[in-house]
Protein backbone atom coordinates (compact mmCIF):
# COMPACT_ATOMS: atom_id res chain seq x y z
CA UNK A 1 0.00 0.00 0.00
CA UNK A 2 2.51 2.58 0.49
CA UNK A 3 3.54 2.29 -2.89
CA UNK A 4 0.36 3.02 -4.19
CA UNK A 5 0.43 6.26 -1.88
CA UNK A 6 3.59 8.55 -2.23
CA UNK A 7 4.35 10.46 1.25
CA UNK A 8 2.67 13.80 1.69
CA UNK A 9 4.60 16.93 1.93
CA UNK A 10 3.21 19.72 3.94
CA UNK A 11 3.62 22.85 2.45
CA UNK A 12 3.77 26.10 4.54
CA UNK A 13 1.02 28.50 4.32
CA UNK A 14 1.55 31.36 2.53
CA UNK A 15 2.85 34.46 4.12
CA UNK A 16 5.01 32.75 6.24
CA UNK A 17 8.50 33.65 7.07
CA UNK A 18 11.27 30.45 6.94
CA UNK A 19 12.76 29.77 10.47
CA UNK A 20 15.36 32.04 11.32
CA UNK A 21 19.00 30.48 11.75
CA UNK A 22 20.47 31.49 15.22
CA UNK A 23 23.92 32.71 14.70
CA UNK A 24 26.39 31.10 16.74
CA UNK A 25 27.57 32.20 20.17
CA UNK A 26 30.84 32.94 20.43
CA UNK A 27 32.50 31.87 23.99
CA UNK A 28 34.60 34.95 24.67
CA UNK A 29 36.42 33.54 27.89
CA UNK A 30 37.45 30.63 25.51
CA UNK A 31 39.01 32.61 22.70
CA UNK A 32 42.05 31.20 21.25
CA UNK A 33 45.97 32.13 22.04
CA UNK A 34 47.31 34.25 18.53
CA UNK A 35 50.50 33.89 17.02
CA UNK A 36 53.45 36.20 18.08
CA UNK A 37 53.45 39.92 16.92
CA UNK A 38 56.59 39.81 14.90
CA UNK A 39 54.89 36.97 12.49
CA UNK A 40 51.42 38.09 11.77
CA UNK A 41 52.88 38.35 8.14
CA UNK A 42 54.29 34.70 8.58
CA UNK A 43 51.91 33.00 5.82
CA UNK A 44 52.47 35.91 3.30
CA UNK A 45 56.32 35.59 3.71
CA UNK A 46 55.98 32.14 2.99
CA UNK A 47 54.96 32.62 -0.14
CA UNK A 48 56.27 36.14 -1.50
CA UNK A 49 60.00 36.02 0.58
CA UNK A 50 61.52 32.42 0.17
CA UNK A 51 65.32 32.13 0.79
CA UNK A 52 66.95 33.14 -2.90
CA UNK A 53 70.19 32.76 -3.17
CA UNK A 54 73.02 33.28 -6.67
CA UNK A 55 75.23 30.78 -7.80
CA UNK A 56 75.60 27.17 -5.95
CA UNK A 57 74.71 26.31 -2.98
CA UNK A 58 75.34 23.07 -0.81
CA UNK A 59 74.20 21.78 2.08
CA UNK A 60 74.53 18.85 4.41
CA UNK A 61 73.40 17.70 7.67
CA UNK A 62 74.60 14.83 9.41
CA UNK A 63 72.43 13.67 12.78
CA UNK A 64 74.95 12.02 15.24
CA UNK A 65 72.00 11.07 17.64
CA UNK A 66 68.50 11.95 18.12
CA UNK A 67 69.38 15.49 19.39
CA UNK A 68 72.63 16.62 18.34
CA UNK A 69 73.66 17.56 14.58
CA UNK A 70 76.57 18.78 12.32
CA UNK A 71 75.98 20.69 9.35
CA UNK A 72 77.90 21.92 6.44
CA UNK A 73 77.43 24.50 3.84
CA UNK A 74 78.85 25.92 0.77
CA UNK A 75 78.02 29.13 -1.04
CA UNK A 76 79.87 30.03 -4.25
CA UNK A 77 78.45 32.74 -6.27
CA UNK A 78 78.69 36.79 -6.42
CA UNK A 79 78.60 39.40 -3.65
CA UNK A 80 77.06 43.17 -4.55
CA UNK A 81 78.92 46.17 -3.50
CA UNK A 82 77.44 49.55 -3.20
CA UNK A 83 77.55 51.88 -5.97
CA UNK A 84 75.68 55.10 -6.70
CA UNK A 85 74.64 53.80 -10.33
CA UNK A 86 71.76 52.23 -11.42
CA UNK A 87 73.26 48.90 -12.43
CA UNK A 88 74.17 46.59 -10.22
CA UNK A 89 78.57 45.85 -9.45
CA UNK A 90 79.56 42.19 -7.99
CA UNK A 91 82.58 40.66 -7.15
CA UNK A 92 82.88 36.35 -6.71
CA UNK A 93 83.20 35.32 -3.56
CA UNK A 94 82.88 31.98 -1.77
CA UNK A 95 82.55 30.86 1.98
CA UNK A 96 82.13 27.91 4.02
CA UNK A 97 80.08 27.43 7.01
CA UNK A 98 80.38 24.99 9.71
CA UNK A 99 77.44 24.37 12.15
CA UNK A 100 76.45 22.31 15.42
CA UNK A 101 72.73 22.20 16.09
CA UNK A 102 71.31 20.14 19.12
CA UNK A 103 67.24 20.31 19.40
CA UNK A 104 65.44 19.14 22.59
CA UNK A 105 61.76 19.54 22.98
CA UNK A 106 62.17 22.66 25.75
CA UNK A 107 65.81 23.68 24.36
CA UNK A 108 67.43 24.58 21.11
CA UNK A 109 70.78 25.55 20.70
CA UNK A 110 72.12 26.35 17.01
CA UNK A 111 75.93 27.67 16.24
CA UNK A 112 77.37 28.52 13.15
CA UNK A 113 81.07 29.42 11.92
CA UNK A 114 82.21 30.95 8.53
CA UNK A 115 85.63 31.44 6.77
CA UNK A 116 85.11 35.43 6.89
CA UNK A 117 84.94 34.83 10.53
CA UNK A 118 81.51 35.94 11.78
CA UNK A 119 80.31 33.43 14.34
CA UNK A 120 76.22 32.93 14.86
CA UNK A 121 74.83 31.92 17.50
CA UNK A 122 70.69 31.10 18.16
CA UNK A 123 69.03 30.40 21.87
CA UNK A 124 65.21 28.87 22.17
CA UNK A 125 64.33 27.74 25.72
CA UNK A 126 60.88 27.14 27.55
CA UNK A 127 61.28 28.73 31.18
CA UNK A 128 58.13 27.29 31.90
CA UNK A 129 55.02 25.85 29.74
CA UNK A 130 53.84 30.02 29.16
CA UNK A 131 57.23 31.73 28.96
CA UNK A 132 60.21 31.02 26.52
CA UNK A 133 63.33 32.50 26.24
CA UNK A 134 64.96 33.28 22.65
CA UNK A 135 68.52 34.86 22.03
CA UNK A 136 70.63 34.94 18.67
CA UNK A 137 74.08 37.19 17.99
CA UNK A 138 76.47 37.84 15.69
CA UNK A 139 80.33 38.24 16.16
CA UNK A 140 82.33 39.91 13.38
CA UNK A 141 85.91 41.37 13.24
CA UNK A 142 84.43 44.41 11.50
CA UNK A 143 84.08 47.74 14.20
CA UNK A 144 80.37 48.08 15.37
CA UNK A 145 78.85 44.89 13.32
CA UNK A 146 78.58 42.50 16.45
CA UNK A 147 74.76 42.56 17.55
CA UNK A 148 73.01 40.17 20.09
CA UNK A 149 69.38 40.65 21.35
CA UNK A 150 67.57 38.42 24.04
CA UNK A 151 63.92 38.27 23.66
CA UNK A 152 61.18 36.99 26.29
CA UNK A 153 57.70 35.51 25.04
CA UNK A 154 54.93 35.14 27.32
CA UNK A 155 51.68 33.10 26.10
CA UNK A 156 48.35 33.60 27.74
CA UNK A 157 45.46 31.63 27.29
CA UNK A 158 44.03 34.14 24.75
CA UNK A 159 46.84 36.98 24.33
CA UNK A 160 50.58 37.03 23.82
CA UNK A 161 53.12 39.34 24.87
CA UNK A 162 57.10 40.00 24.16
CA UNK A 163 59.71 41.78 25.54
CA UNK A 164 63.30 42.44 23.75
CA UNK A 165 66.75 43.59 25.25
CA UNK A 166 69.49 44.28 22.34
CA UNK A 167 73.13 46.26 22.09
CA UNK A 168 72.84 49.30 21.35
CA UNK A 169 70.23 50.66 24.26
CA UNK A 170 67.50 49.01 22.48
CA UNK A 171 64.07 47.85 24.11
CA UNK A 172 61.08 46.81 22.76
CA UNK A 173 57.43 45.25 24.02
CA UNK A 174 54.66 44.11 21.80
CA UNK A 175 51.36 42.57 22.71
CA UNK A 176 48.37 40.69 20.37
CA UNK A 177 44.71 40.10 22.02
CA UNK A 178 42.21 37.80 20.45
CA UNK A 179 38.94 39.88 20.43
CA UNK A 180 37.26 37.43 18.32
CA UNK A 181 38.19 33.69 17.44
CA UNK A 182 39.14 35.01 13.81
CA UNK A 183 39.93 38.59 14.94
CA UNK A 184 43.53 39.43 16.52
CA UNK A 185 44.79 43.21 17.59
CA UNK A 186 47.85 44.10 19.16
CA UNK A 187 50.47 47.23 19.15
CA UNK A 188 54.21 47.12 19.95
CA UNK A 189 56.90 50.28 21.19
CA UNK A 190 60.51 50.50 20.75
CA UNK A 191 63.22 52.79 21.86
CA UNK A 192 66.78 52.79 20.35
CA UNK A 193 68.65 54.37 22.96
CA UNK A 194 72.01 54.57 20.67
CA UNK A 195 70.83 56.81 18.34
CA UNK A 196 67.84 58.71 19.96
CA UNK A 197 64.74 56.95 18.20
CA UNK A 198 61.28 55.80 19.28
CA UNK A 199 58.13 54.67 17.70
CA UNK A 200 54.99 53.21 18.59
CA UNK A 201 52.91 50.40 16.25
CA UNK A 202 49.49 48.86 15.52
CA UNK A 203 48.32 45.86 13.83
CA UNK A 204 45.45 43.51 13.03
CA UNK A 205 45.03 40.17 12.16
CA UNK A 206 41.86 38.19 10.62
CA UNK A 207 42.21 34.57 9.75
CA UNK A 208 39.87 31.91 8.63
CA UNK A 209 40.18 28.44 7.40
CA UNK A 210 40.55 29.90 3.51
CA UNK A 211 42.21 32.81 4.14
CA UNK A 212 44.94 35.43 6.39
CA UNK A 213 44.63 39.20 5.89
CA UNK A 214 46.63 41.54 8.28
CA UNK A 215 47.05 45.29 8.54
CA UNK A 216 50.65 47.21 9.52
CA UNK A 217 51.14 50.77 10.73
CA UNK A 218 53.64 52.44 12.68
CA UNK A 219 54.67 55.51 12.98
CA UNK A 220 58.35 55.03 11.12
CA UNK A 221 56.16 55.84 8.19
CA UNK A 222 55.55 52.07 7.58
CA UNK A 223 52.09 50.70 6.41
CA UNK A 224 52.03 47.20 5.51
CA UNK A 225 49.28 45.17 4.18
CA UNK A 226 48.65 41.05 3.37
CA UNK A 227 46.52 38.67 2.31
CA UNK A 228 46.53 35.08 1.68
CA UNK A 229 43.71 32.91 0.06
CA UNK A 230 44.35 29.19 0.21
CA UNK A 231 42.82 27.71 -2.94
CA UNK A 232 42.88 24.33 -2.14
CA UNK A 233 45.13 22.02 -0.10
CA UNK A 234 48.06 22.56 -2.14
CA UNK A 235 47.65 26.21 -4.07
CA UNK A 236 47.97 29.07 -1.67
CA UNK A 237 47.84 33.22 -3.47
CA UNK A 238 49.65 36.21 -1.36
CA UNK A 239 49.64 39.59 -1.97
CA UNK A 240 51.00 42.40 -0.08
CA UNK A 241 51.54 46.12 0.11
CA UNK A 242 54.41 48.44 1.68
CA UNK A 243 53.55 52.09 1.58
CA UNK A 244 55.99 54.15 3.47
CA UNK A 245 54.26 57.91 4.15
CA UNK A 246 57.61 59.30 4.57
CA UNK A 247 59.82 58.54 2.00
CA UNK A 248 56.72 58.21 -0.40
CA UNK A 249 58.22 55.12 -1.89
CA UNK A 250 55.04 52.04 -2.48
CA UNK A 251 55.35 48.27 -3.36
CA UNK A 252 52.79 45.61 -4.27
CA UNK A 253 53.73 42.14 -5.20
CA UNK A 254 52.12 39.44 -5.76
CA UNK A 255 52.76 35.40 -5.16
CA UNK A 256 51.94 31.80 -5.23
CA UNK A 257 52.45 28.48 -3.34
CA UNK A 258 52.40 25.64 -4.98
CA UNK A 259 52.91 21.97 -3.17
CA UNK A 260 53.14 19.04 -5.11
CA UNK A 261 53.76 15.81 -4.39
CA UNK A 262 57.30 15.87 -4.86
CA UNK A 263 58.05 19.52 -4.85
CA UNK A 264 57.07 22.77 -3.82
CA UNK A 265 56.64 26.19 -6.18
CA UNK A 266 56.72 29.27 -5.25
CA UNK A 267 57.06 33.00 -6.89
CA UNK A 268 56.18 36.17 -7.11
CA UNK A 269 56.17 39.40 -9.02
CA UNK A 270 56.03 43.35 -7.86
CA UNK A 271 55.33 46.46 -9.04
CA UNK A 272 59.03 47.55 -9.68
CA UNK A 273 58.79 44.41 -12.50
CA UNK A 274 60.57 42.27 -10.28
CA UNK A 275 60.19 38.50 -11.14
CA UNK A 276 61.25 35.55 -8.49
CA UNK A 277 60.60 31.79 -8.49
CA UNK A 278 61.92 29.59 -5.68
CA UNK A 279 62.10 25.32 -6.46
CA UNK A 280 62.54 22.51 -3.99
CA UNK A 281 62.29 18.94 -5.17
CA UNK A 282 62.60 16.20 -3.58
CA UNK A 283 64.44 13.80 -5.27
CA UNK A 284 64.98 10.83 -2.52
CA UNK A 285 64.67 10.50 1.18
CA UNK A 286 67.16 13.11 2.53
CA UNK A 287 67.91 14.66 -0.75
CA UNK A 288 67.00 17.97 -2.10
CA UNK A 289 67.33 19.61 -5.68
CA UNK A 290 66.69 23.48 -5.28
CA UNK A 291 66.68 26.24 -8.00
CA UNK A 292 66.28 30.22 -7.32
CA UNK A 293 66.09 32.95 -9.82
CA UNK A 294 65.33 36.23 -9.59
CA UNK A 295 65.10 38.83 -12.48
CA UNK A 296 65.05 42.51 -12.25
CA UNK A 297 64.87 44.48 -15.80
CA UNK A 298 64.86 47.71 -14.40
CA UNK A 299 67.88 47.54 -12.21
CA UNK A 300 69.70 44.64 -15.09
CA UNK A 301 70.18 42.64 -11.83
CA UNK A 302 69.53 38.91 -13.11
CA UNK A 303 70.00 36.28 -10.38
CA UNK A 304 70.19 32.38 -10.83
CA UNK A 305 71.25 29.32 -8.23
CA UNK A 306 70.66 25.69 -7.88
CA UNK A 307 71.99 23.87 -5.01
CA UNK A 308 71.16 20.42 -3.00
CA UNK A 309 70.19 19.96 0.34
CA UNK A 310 72.14 16.37 1.61
CA UNK A 311 70.14 15.19 5.27
CA UNK A 312 66.86 16.13 6.62
Known amino acids: MATLFPPTTTVPPAGSK ?3 VEPEKVDYSNLPCPIPYEEIHREALMSLKPELFEGLRFDFTKGL ?3 FSLSHSVLMGPTELPSQSTETIKIPTAHYEFGA ?3 DPKLMLFGRVLTDGRVNARVKCDLSENLTLKANGQ ?8 HGMVNFDYKGKDHRSQFQL ?3 ALFGASYIQSVTPHLSLGGEVFW ?5 KSGIGYAARYNTDKMVATGQVASTGMVALSYVQKVSEKVSLASDFMYNYMSRDVTASFGYDYILRQCRLRGKIDSNGCV ?5 ERLNMGLNFILSAEVDHKKK ?3 FGFGLTVGE
Open 301 to 303: DYK
Open 139 to 146: LTGEPHMS
Open 18 to 20: PAA
Open 65 to 67: NQR
Open 192 to 196: AGQHR
Open 276 to 280: AAFLE
Open 101 to 103: NFI
Open 166 to 168: GNG
